[in-house]
C-alpha cells in the first residue's frame, strides 16, 4: 500500500481486515521507499518477480505521483503483471483514463466522507478476498 495519509491508511488496512483479507499489507508513505521495495537494491524489479502483489496505489504522495510509480511498474518485466489499484480523491476524467492507458486494473475515487470511504475499502476488501493475483514471471 503507497499512502501518505495515515489516518486513510490505517482505514484501509482496518476496513480490508474487515472483509476476511489476512494477506500481509505492506505501508509505505512516499513513492521513493516503495519503488526501492518495488525494484530492489539493483533497481531490476527482479526481487518482485518471486512475489505475489497487489499494489494499492494513492496518486497524491510528498515525493513524486502516483501516476509516475504506475508507469514505472507496469513498463517493468517483471511487475508489469501485479494488479495495481489506484485509490485517490483525485477524480478528474483524464487522470483517471491516463491511469487505465499505463495498465491501472482499478481506480477508485476516495469517497471525502469517513462513511463512505470506509464502504468503498470494505467492498474493495470483498473483491480482494475472491481475486486471483497472477505470477509475475
Known amino acids: ?78 511487475t508489469k503483471r501485479s494488479p495495481v489499484v489506484v485509490l485517490t480523491t483525485t477524480d478528474d476524467q483524464r487522470e483517471i483514463q491516463r491511469c487505465y492507458d499505463l495498465g491501472a486494473n482499478v481506480y477508485i475515487t476516495k469517497p471525502v466522507d469517513y462513511d463512505g470511504f470506509a464502504n468503498a475499502i470494505r467492498q474493495l476488501g470483498l473483491f480482494f478476498s475472491v481475486m486471483q493475483v497472477p505470477e509475475t514471471a
Not at 2 to 22: F, P, Q, T, Y
Not at 45 to 51: H, I, L, M, V
Request: proline share 3%; glycine share 8%; no cysteine.
Open 1 to 78: 500500500m503507497i499512502e501518505d495519509d495515515e489516518g486513510h491508511a490505517r482505514l484501509i488496512e482496518k476496513n480490508i481486515r474487515r472483509a476476511g483479507v489476512s494477506n500481509q499489507i505492506i505501508p509505505f508513505t512516499d513513492g521513493t521507499s516503495a519503488l526501492t521495495y518495488l525494484f530492489g537494491a539493483d533497481g531490476s524489479g527482479e526481487d518482485s518477480a518471486r512475489r505475489q502483489l497487489l499494489i494499492l496505489l494513492d496518486l497524491n504522495l510528498p515525493d513524486m505521483t502516483g501516476v509516475d510509480i504506475l508507469e514505472k511498474i507496469k513498463n517493468n518485466v517483471h
